[in-house]
């Protein structure tokens, strides 16, 4: 009977099929892996970017290089900060 079997069972998969669903999966978790292990980059990134446009803004911090932004988000905000946002980008 067709009623109790699944999905995978009632159609019949080729190893082509069974290839690409095997490729699609790995290139997206892959994708998310590097987006994850790559937001520091971007916070950084962004964090000066944003300093330009608020240079008259006192509150704000500065930062001298890439390397003084990372001190100074790990040490004001904690390390945690560095992957704000990362959910977004992963999926």
Known sequence: ??????ILQKQ???TEDIKIMH???AGAIS????AFITNPI???????MVQAFMKNDKTSS?????????????RDEGI????SGSAARVI
């Open 1 to 6: 009977k067709i009623e109790g079997q699944s």
């Open 12 to 14: 019949k998969l080729t």
């Open 23 to 25: 490729d699609l999966s």
């Open 31 to 34: 994708g998310g892996i590097s």
């Open 42 to 48: 971007d916070v950084i990134t962004n964090r000066m």
């Open 62 to 74: 500065t930062y001298e290089g890439a390397i003084d932004c990372l001190k100074k988000i790990i």
């Open 80 to 83: 945690v900060e560095l992957w």
